[in-house]
């Protein structure tokens, strides 16, 4: 049986929706994200030496934590009237993270490679976090969740490459 129903317009009467301004903050952050997971499977795929385990497992790690807040941002994004866009094409133009070899890559050198593109991630989110704050402090609350979690990852990733009381993190040596 076939029903039909004659539908007039829905209107919605949100309580907040996103300037401009804050949806291009959150689309970049989205961006990121998802680039971040994408060089979190390439670099688990690919790396290869000492450590190596410890190195594809923690990868998983990176790849769980990207996917998860890429999601929670392109919800709140929907949440505030934003249409989120993780297309590929737009991942690839709009990312601000490194690029990352497409061959083998040594642990070693894959520990500084994941390091760099956590903090470039994290770098956008303490970026754009002020102005998101002084709009939409919810939306600032899921970066502050992002942040803790990505530094803590990147910590303790960068800690593989350390030598205890005689290496400093690269951005305090440069």
């Known amino acids: 049986m076939t029903q039909t129903?004659?539908?007039?317009?829905?209107?919605?009467?949100?309580?907040?929706?996103?300037s401009e301004r804050l949806a291009a903050h959150l689309q970049q952050l989205l961006v990121d994200l998802t680039d971040l997971h994408l060089q979190g499977k390439q670099a688990h795929w690919n790396v290869v030496g000492k450590n190596f385990r410890d190195m594809h497992l923690v990868l998983d790690e990176v790849v769980d934590?990207?996917?998860?807040?890429?999601?929670?941002?392109?919800?709140?994004?929907?949440?505030?009237?934003?249409t989120p866009d993780a297309r590929a094409a737009s991942v690839a133009a709009q990312s601000s993270l490194p690029a990352f070899p497409a061959d083998e890559v040594n642990s070693g050198d894959c520990v500084d490679l994941i390091v760099a593109a956590l903090y470039?991630?994290?770098?956008?989110?303490?970026?754009i976090h002020d102005e998101v704050d002084?709009?939409?402090?919810?939306?600032?609350?899921?970066?502050?969740?992002?942040?803790?979690?990505?530094?803590?990852?990147?910590?303790?990733?960068?800690?593989?490459?350390?030598?205890?009381?005689s290496s400093l993190p690269r951005s305090w040596s440069e």
């Open 120 to 127: 470039a991630v994290a770098g956008t989110g303490r970026r």
């Open 134 to 165: 002084e709009e939409d402090p919810t939306s600032a609350d899921m970066i502050h969740a992002i942040l803790e979690r990505l530094e803590q990852l990147a910590w303790m990733i960068d800690a593989e490459n350390r030598v205890a009381n």
């Open 5 to 18: 129903t004659s539908r007039t317009t829905h209107t919605a009467h949100p309580a907040f929706q996103a």
């Open 65 to 82: 934590a990207a996917r998860g807040f890429s999601d929670d941002v392109a919800e709140r994004m929907r949440a505030v009237y934003v």
